[in-house]
Antibody, heavy 121, light 107 residues
Framework: QVQLQESGPGLVKPSETLSLTCTVS????????WSWMRQSPGKGLEWIGY???????NYSPSLKSRVTISVDTSKNQFSLKLSSMTAADTAVYYC???????????????WGQGTLVTVSS | DIQMTQSPSSLSASVGDRVTITCRAS??????LNWYQQKPGKAPNLLIY???NLQSGVPSRFSGSGSGTDFTLTISSLQPEDFASYYC?????????FGQGTKLEIK
């Protein structure tokens, strides 16, 4: 059973860069796409971007200027960096497997438990 | 971006009720519509993919239908474990977008 676990700081100061890591167990990052999502009361569920195990990426246009997603196949991890954080970036951040091709569509089939990130001085 | 609009945003119902949640896309997405269930403090969980296909382990009381821009999720007979939030998600193109959610509460 594939399991994902987010790790990183729960509190970030305004203007700083958020760094989160997702560790994958029970399976390999190789061969798959991996995504970051976030969820806030104000904006609901939001897809941030994905990375393929080979390193190719696709980011949401609304965050593209501030986002970097990277992968480390040797550690079976992938990571998110989000710069210039503001209060509007306060949310629960999830890592997930996907978009996973699934019978004609793309889904997010395994998710981490989520980690709350608060932006405050 | 494709906007996904769910209705209602909240719904009160009783065990045994039949409920329907609708999801409308701002443009045609074919059948590229997925549904997720989320319980408090947990991550979303894939429920239905490609409009109408149940993910493994999902009870048959759940069903999905639609095409183009209009989609529905139906629960034929609510069980206590079904009280949760439900989100639609389009996988037609990036950026992938979700509906704002429907919170299903016990009446």
């Amino acid at each position: 059973q594939v399991q994902l676990q987010e790790s990183g700081p729960g509190l970030v100061k305004p203007s700083e860069t958020l760094s989160l890591t997702c560790t994958v167990s029970g399976g390999s990052v190789s061969g798959y796409y991996w995504s970051w999502m976030r969820q806030s009361p104000g904006k609901g569920l939001e897809w941030i971007g994905y990375i393929y195990y080979s390193g190719s990426t696709n980011y949401s246009p609304s965050l593209k200027s501030r986002v970097t997603i990277s992968v480390d196949t040797s550690k079976n991890q992938f990571s998110l960096k989000l710069s210039s954080m503001t209060a509007a970036d306060t949310a629960v951040y999830y890592c997930a497997r996907g978009p996973q091709s699934f019978y004609g569509t793309s889904v997010f089939d395994y998710w981490g438990q989520g980690t709350l990130v608060t932006v405050s001085s | 971006d494709i906007q996904m609009t769910q209705s209602p945003s909240s719904l009160s119902a009783s065990v045994g009720d039949r409920v329907t949640i609708t999801c409308r896309a701002s443009q045609g997405i074919g059948g590229h519509l997925n549904w997720y269930q989320q319980k408090p403090g947990k991550a979303p969980n894939l429920l239905i993919y490609t409009t109408s296909n149940l993910q493994s382990g999902v009870p048959s009381r759940f069903s999905g239908s639609g095409s183009g821009t209009d989609f529905t999720l139906t629960i034929s007979s609510l069980q206590p474990e079904d009280f949760a939030s439900y989100y639609c998600q389009q996988s037609y193109n990036t950026p992938y977008t979700f509906g704002q959610g429907t919170k299903l509460e016990i009446k």
